[in-house]
């Protein structure tokens, strides 16, 4: 196993959890003023409930300087107050040659993100600087929980398997990709159907699932259809729904309660396909 699949495995375990927090921050929805201090309260509130969390680095790049100084608070904070836990910068960058390899210091070195996805339009060349540092992850996008994602993503193309759907195909080219075991794939809950076949194609690969709670993904159909064959090696994200539950004081509160109650929905799926977490 690689190093990123066993520090991985290791914040699932630990918190008996598959979900992830998205740290998707927009003024007109938080309850308080200070970014950061939003941050820092639902991580408090949530550290022993999750694997990973997920900050969207477009809301922090929209609030300018003050948001990208909030952005880099919130990853420390994280590190020291969840150590276990993966922090993944939702970029979707993607370039090649010196561009490429500044992205992925930047996200790395610069930001001390334990994964990172990326866009790969670009092919290989676009992926290869992100996948120098092995102990990091790069959640490849595969396949999108929005509707226009279709648009694109499930043209048939010719390829030497044959006639395929793009996101299939760039799955399997995903897997040619991972030497060093850290590529993962983002796959929408919103399609389940492809991401049954994402997961048939990838069997060992982390799954980044988006689209759980706003979005309307279908969590039981998630949890069936994008774990391995352990019910492991997915990252079910939520992010509206859990960080806005309240708009009150009582955010933090209320975020847990939801946090808690994904958590607990997923490992209810995960013991009726006989594939719970080991009695502690």
């Known amino acids: 196993?690689?190093?990123?699949?066993?520090?991985?495995?290791?914040?699932?375990?630990?918190?008996?959890?598959?979900?992830?927090?998205?740290?998707?921050?927009?003024?007109?929805?938080?309850?308080?003023?200070?970014?950061?201090?939003?941050?820092?309260?639902?991580?408090?509130?949530?550290?022993?409930?999750?694997?990973?969390?997920?900050?969207?680095?477009?809301?922090?790049?929209?609030?300018?300087?003050?948001?990208?100084?909030?952005?880099?608070?919130?990853?420390?904070?994280?590190?020291?107050?969840?150590?276990?836990?993966?922090?993944?910068g939702d970029a979707k960058r993607g370039d090649i040659g010196p561009s490429g390899r500044a992205y992925a210091r930047a996200m790395f070195q610069v930001w001390g993100f334990d994964a990172v996805t990326v866009n790969a339009w670009g092919g290989q060349d676009t992926i290869a600087p992100f996948l120098e540092e092995e102990d990091r992850g790069v959640f490849i996008w595969c396949r999108g929980s929005n509707p226009g994602s279709a648009d694109l993503q499930d043209l048939t193309v010719d390829t030497p398997q044959g006639r395929v759907q793009l996101y299939w195909h760039l799955a399997q080219a995903s897997r040619q990709w991972n030497g060093a075991g850290n590529i993962g794939l983002v796959v929408g809950a919103t399609n389940p159907d492809q991401l049954g076949s994402v997961r048939g194609i990838c069997p060992g690969m982390p799954l980044l699932i988006p689209g759980i709670g706003a979005q309307g993904g279908d969590l039981e159909a998630a949890v069936r259809l994008g774990t391995d064959h352990q019910g492991r090696s997915a990252i079910v994200n939520s992010s509206r729904s859990i960080i806005y539950a309240s708009g009150g004081s009582d955010y933090a509160k209320a975020a847990r309660q939801e946090t808690s109650r994904l958590r607990d929905a997923i490992n209810r799926i995960l013991d009726s396909e006989g594939k719970g977490w080991p009695s502690s």
């Open 1 to 88: 196993m690689s190093i990123f699949l066993t520090r991985l495995q290791r914040a699932c375990e630990s918190n008996r959890s598959l979900v992830c927090v998205g740290l998707d921050v927009e003024p007109g929805k938080m309850p308080v003023a200070d970014t950061f201090e939003f941050n820092r309260a639902i991580v408090d509130a949530t550290a022993d409930l999750v694997c990973a969390y997920k900050p969207n680095m477009a809301f922090y790049e929209a609030l300018g300087i003050p948001g990208l100084e909030a952005l880099q608070r919130t990853v420390e904070h994280i590190h020291a107050a969840a150590p276990g836990v993966i922090v993944i």
